[in-house]
Nanobody, 125 residues
């Protein structure tokens, strides 16, 4: 079993930055792909970014490409999401997720096995 805990959310002005962290416990994440998803009120949970087990490959939604960066920490049980040039439409609850890396479907939320509780990001205009 894997437990995921997100942190780093908060209130920021448009154009600002935040760095989200996802800390895992219960099992090492060395063989897991990690993803970040977000859900705004009244909307479905959507894919934002993912990173494969080695950290060598990253994947992004078009809406955040060039602004957000996903990375794995030196301590392998941590994953980060650096969010720059934030926009009001980035306001959502952000979730970290993990799954056994089988080399595909990184953007498919139904393929992820473990989820955190989420951290709220609010971007004011």
């Amino acid at each position: 079993q894997v437990q995921l805990v997100e942190s780093g959310g908060g209130l920021v002005q448009a154009g600002g930055s935040l760095r989200l962290s996802c800390a895992a416990s219960g099992r090492t994440l060395s063989s897991y792909a990690m993803g970040w998803f977000r859900q705004a009120p009244g909307k479905e949970r959507e894919f934002i970014a993912a990173i494969n087990w080695s950290g060598g490959n990253t994947y992004y939604a078009d809406s955040v490409k060039g602004r957000f960066t996903i990375s794995r920490g030196n301590v392998k049980n941590t994953v980060y999401l650096q969010m720059d040039s934030l926009k009001p439409e980035d306001t959502a609850n952000y979730y970290c997720a993990a799954k056994t890396d089988r080399g595909s479907y990184y953007n498919a939320r139904e393929t992820y096995d473990y989820w955190g509780q989420g951290t709220q990001v609010t971007v004011s205009s």
